[in-house]
């Protein structure tokens, strides 16, 4: 190898990183300004699989992945948040908006216009621009898609360049005259490159710039494409390791349709190139490609669409149950955990959605602790106690993982707004905690009053009612305003605690004045005043959980 040989293929090697990085960019911008889209895109997959296609096209158009797509619809399934009814559909869309990208690589076969030469580096100047110096964040996501589709270009015209001085040479001609006499090694060639750099839409990228250099004949074009849409499958494939059974049959469904889909196409198209040997050894341009790999794409959803039904099937029989035919049934922390997938990270706007409705359902099991703690202090149930401090133990246990995840959430690639959310969700999994704290606390309290046969007043008791009942609606006020971001929950639950406020310095001056005048007895008012102060605390983070809604609405 010659240095200037070295130096091409450092220029193809460059090209390369810089295509997948402005795809990167891209398809990160046009997430980011459709993101909340997205996410109400999924809420209209119901039991109609069209209306899924429609929706799983689309968001791959927008994120410029179908592995992405269907690895986020794995940990759909993982989650629970989609069936598998729901998620073959989106996942025969994923194929059809996949094909967007060769559209785009193909442009600069439509005429010197299109060319990467004559307006990447423009479009990258000005989204480089918007980026800078943009103040309004809508801009600078714009210059974020307008960077990426430059650079995405920019790449593709290195790696051109790095192939083109070897258009003639014989090598680039002997492995495409064996490919295409050699089917299923054309076949197994594109799902191994599919696989290794998992991204069909890159391994397509790559063969339409070789198709570009006159250097690919139409069989071996096609084999390799059909090999590309098995490749793709095992992005997926890897994703459900670990995860439950209907997510790894979300994965098999994948690559059942497009294997199925690969080998009808292929036989047809064998036997089409068998009587049309002139066309079969004939060069495929980059237009060409994108024509073929829209049609297949589109014709295999069209014909599997009607066994939609039958894929899920098949797929219960490949990965059956447990042997009781039944699903074991996983405790609350273990739900949180398969409902918290880490491949919803996916589309962050979806991730967020996700964790604010474990936080509720962390905050509703927290509530109704609450709930059994002051039960346990009206009827002095020994085993209600021992409830509460168990179940305490999970709340910490959700806790850390609903951090975890944010953690995870907050590196991605966020809006202002989004950010602002992550940050209040934080100090709101914090609130709760605390309110799970003192929940305890009055549990503690109970437990005391039970060991020590203390008794309230009537009046006492009738007091620690009324400061329970208006507590218990702050809280639950703040839970409503956090889960449907309502304002007016949130101001109810600031009205609540703002009587909680008044009424427990009213209640602690009302019991010392029944202290001093010796109708309750000392012991008793002790741990009737700190139930009351666990309260009031309880009415506090919930009101700063309303706060936190009302900052972002």
């Given at each position: 190898m010659t240095f200037d040989d070295?130096?091409?293929?450092?220029?193809?090697?460059?090209?390369?990183?810089?295509?997948?990085?402005?795809?990167?960019?891209?398809?990160?911008?046009?997430?980011?300004?459709?993101?909340?889209?997205?996410?109400?895109?999924?809420?209209?997959?119901t039991k109609n699989r069209f209306v899924a296609v429609l929706i799983g096209a689309a968001i791959t158009a927008i994120i410029q992945s179908s592995s992405a797509t269907t690895v986020m619809v794995v940990g759909f399934v993982n989650a629970g948040l989609l069936t598998l009814t729901q998620a073959v559909g989106v996942i025969m869309g994923a194929n059809i908006g996949t094909t967007i990208t060769a559209w785009i690589v193909s442009l600069s076969e439509w005429g010197s216009i299109f060319s990467p030469d004559f307006f990447a580096p423009l479009i990258v100047g000005i989204g480089a621009f918007f980026i800078l110096f943009g103040e309004q964040e809508k801009k600078k996501k714009t210059g974020e898609i307008m960077t990426g589709f430059g650079i995405l270009f920019i790449g593709l015209s290195f790696m051109s360049g790095a192939v083109k001085p070897y258009r003639d040479a014989e090598i680039f001609a002997d492995v495409f005259r064996v490919l295409g006499k050699n089917p299923l090694l054309a076949v197994i060639a594109g799902a191994v490159v599919t696989a290794?750099?998992?991204?069909?839409s890159a391994s397509v990228g790559i063969l339409q710039t070789l198709a570009m250099n006159g250097v690919v004949n139409w069989q071996s074009a096609v084999f390799i494409m059909l090999g590309q849409n098995i490749g793709t499958c095992v992005t997926a494939i890897i994703s459900s390791t670990g995860a439950g059974k209907n997510a790894k049959r979300a994965s098999m469904i994948h690559l059942l349709f497009n294997l199925i889909g690969s080998i009808w196409f292929g036989i047809i198209m064998f036997l089409f190139f068998q009587s049309q040997r002139e066309m079969a050894v004939s060069t495929i341009s980059s237009v060409e490609i994108s024509v073929f790999h829209t049609i297949f794409n589109i014709a295999n959803t069209f014909i599997m669409f009607p066994f939609a039904n039958g894929l899920v099937r098949i797929t219960e029989l490949m990965i059956s149950e447990d042997k009781t035919g039944k699903v074991v049934e996983d405790d609350m922390?273990?739900?949180?955990?398969?409902?918290?997938?880490?491949?919803?990270?996916?589309?962050?706007?979806?991730?967020?959605?996700?964790?604010?409705?474990?936080?509720?359902?962390?905050?509703?099991?927290?509530?109704?602790?609450?709930?059994?703690?002051?039960?346990?202090?009206?009827?002095?149930?020994?085993?209600?106690?021992?409830?509460?401090f168990r179940i305490e133990e999970n709340i910490n246990q959700m806790v850390t993982i609903l951090t975890a995840f944010l953690v995870e959430v907050d590196n991605l690639s966020l809006t202002e707004?989004?950010?602002?959310?992550?940050?209040?969700?934080?100090?709101?999994?914090?609130?709760?905690?605390?309110i799970g704290d003192h929940s305890e606390n009055i549990a503690e309290l109970a437990n005391t009053k039970r060991k020590d046969k203390i008794e309230f007043s009537d009046k006492g008791e009738k007091d620690m009612e009324r400061m329970y009942d208006i507590t218990l609606h702050t809280f639950e006020a703040a839970l409503e305003a956090r889960e449907l971001r309502s304002i007016e929950a949130a101001r109810r639950a600031s009205r609540a605690e703002e009587k909680v406020d008044k009424l427990e310095k009213d209640l602690r001056d009302k019991h010392i004045q029944r202290l001093s005048k010796g109708k309750c007895v000392p012991e008793s008012g002790i741990i009737f005043l700190d139930i009351l102060s666990n309260m009031e605390r309880i009415a506090d983070h919930a009101d700063n959980i309303a706060e936190y809604v009302m900052a972002e609405v």
């Open positions: 070295l130096g091409l293929l450092f220029k193809f090697i460059g090209g390369l990183g810089l295509f997948l990085y402005g795809m990167h960019i891209m398809a990160d911008g046009l997430q980011k300004s459709a993101g909340d889209r997205v996410k109400s895109w999924m809420g209209f997959l290794v750099i998992q991204s069909s922390v273990e739900q949180m955990k398969r409902k918290l997938d880490y491949r919803i990270l996916n589309n962050p706007a979806l991730a967020i959605e996700a964790a604010v409705g474990e936080i509720v359902c962390m905050g509703i099991l927290t509530r109704d602790n609450f709930k059994r703690a002051v039960a346990a202090v009206r009827d002095k149930d020994k085993e209600q106690i021992r409830q509460v707004a989004q950010h602002l959310m992550i940050r209040n969700l934080f100090y709101t999994i914090s609130d709760v905690e605390r």
